[in-house]
């Protein structure tokens, strides 16, 4: 759903103009907090749409669900997925390797 806020921001424009000084940085301030929200709310929408953020999501919920609530078996459920993405480029591998390294000190039975 797309907010249009030109409404919002001409009605607070025209408080602007009536209220003086004090008034319209109060209603210049209100008018820039929507716009941030609606920015914020939008980039939010696009990262939900982005391939990597789903896959992310999926092997969560994958780790989750297969985990049961234990730790070790979450840790071994998430290393493989980021070994998966850091091999094919999507992670710094630096970073990605450091993940693993850390999820096998909750499982140091499982070797990538």
Request: hydrophobic share 45%; glycine share 8%; proline share 3%.
């Amino acid at each position: 759903m797309s907010i249009d806020l030109d409404i919002a921001l001409r009605k607070l424009h025209q408080l602007q103009l009536e209220d003086g000084d004090l008034g319209a940085l109060y209603w210049r301030e209100i008018g820039q907090l929507l716009q941030d929200a609606a920015e914020y709310r939008e980039r939010g929408l696009t990262a939900e749409q982005q391939p990597g953020i789903a896959e992310l999501n999926r092997a969560l919920v994958i780790a989750l669900t297969n985990s049961s609530g234990n730790a070790q078996s979450f840790a071994f459920h998430l290393t493989a997925p980021l070994a998966a993405w850091s091999g094919q480029g999507f992670l710094d591998e630096g970073t990605a390797m450091a993940a693993i390294s850390l999820l096998h000190q909750l499982h140091p039975d499982v070797k990538v």
